[in-house]
């Protein structure tokens, strides 16, 4: 759009009738001007590719939340496992020890 508003002050900002005919033809060439049933078009490709993402999205934060919610039950499984590796480790050192066993050489 920017060369049609130079192309107009290029000439002073009046053009005849076969300057817009000129002007037109060359929007439509350079694709900026194109009929409503392409434009719609292109809105309808635009509108379904839209659709298209927030579903995908909603997939993907549902996949997300499913994630977080069970790293978050795996975090709470080790913590309690490290719980229990602790009190384990403490009821052993509170067993009396056993003398070394003497090695009985038979050779």
């Known amino acids: 759009m920017t060369e049609f508003v130079a192309l107009l002050q290029g000439y002073g900002g009046q053009l005849s009738a076969g300057g817009v005919v000129a002007?037109?033809?060359?929007?439509?060439?350079?694709?900026?001007?194109?009929?409503?049933?392409?434009?719609?078009?292109?809105?309808t490709l635009w509108e379904g590719l839209v659709d298209t993402h927030k579903a995908e999205s909603v997939t993907w934060?549902?996949?997300?939340?499913?994630?977080?919610?069970?790293?978050?039950?795996?975090?709470?499984?080790?913590?309690?496992?490290?719980?229990?590796s602790q009190t384990t480790v403490r009821v052993l050192e509170q067993l009396p020890?056993?003398?070394?066993?003497?090695v009985i050489d038979h050779g």
């Open 23 to 43: 002007v037109t033809v060359f929007l439509i060439l350079r694709g900026t001007l194109v009929p409503k049933s392409v434009l719609d078009g292109w809105v």
């Open 61 to 84: 934060r549902e996949a997300y939340e499913l994630e977080r919610a069970a790293r978050l039950k795996a975090d709470a499984d080790i913590a309690k496992l490290l719980e229990l």
């Open 97 to 102: 020890r056993l003398p070394p066993a003497r």
